[in-house]
């Protein structure tokens, strides 16, 4: 990664969980980079975001998705959460989950961009623009996977350094 990358905190799963929570991030970056890549389980499950701890109707989000033969896209807002594009968990292979959170520090409402990859049986592709409408800085990130990622599955959050 490039050199402005620097890695807040890491998880690695040594078992199977439903949630990964990064708490007290720093406000001493422009901007945040999520890195998650999700091992199957063997179970049908989507992932879900919340910021803050805040599951108040704030979030929205216009999705685009495809599958190698059909496409299509959505839209929702006043949720309590994120809802990813694409389910995870849906073959053998694990899923690849890439969240960035613009000028998450700052006193604005809050823009994310989301792109979620699975590869193998049934390839899938996802981007979201999303919005969390709130003007606070984000402390804390959970991540809810409701069928639960196995072992080995890996989260990182990094900061991004003004350039």
């Known amino acids: 990664m490039a050199a402005t990358y620097e890695p807040i905190a890491t998880t690695t799963l040594g078992s199977a969980a439903s949630s990964i929570t990064f ?15 999700a091992a199957h389980n063997g179970s ?21 998705y495809g599958t190698g033969s059909a496409a299509g896209s959505s ?7 994120w809802q990813f594009s694409t389910g995870f968990f849906l073959n053998s ?3 690849l989950l890439v969240l ?3 000028n998450y520090a700052g006193s604005t409402n809050k823009t994310g961009f989301i792109q979620s990859n699975l590869d193998g049986d049934t390839p ?5 623009v999303a919005l969390y409408r709130s003007t606070s800085a984000i402390t804390r990130i959970d991540i809810s996977i409701p069928s639960q990622a196995a072992a080995g599955t890996t989260a990182t959050l990094y900061g991004i350094k003004a350039a």
């Open 23 to 37: 708490s007290s991030i720093p406000g001493t970056f422009t901007d945040l980079r999520l890195i998650m890549v």
């Open 44 to 64: 049908a499950g989507s992932v879900s975001m919340t910021l803050n701890n805040d599951t108040s109707a704030l979030y929205s989000a216009t999705q685009f």
């Open 75 to 81: 839209r929702y807002s006043g949720a309590n959460n």
């Open 93 to 95: 292979q694990p899923g």
């Open 100 to 102: 960035d959170l613009f």
């Open 124 to 128: 899938r592709l996802g981007r979201d």
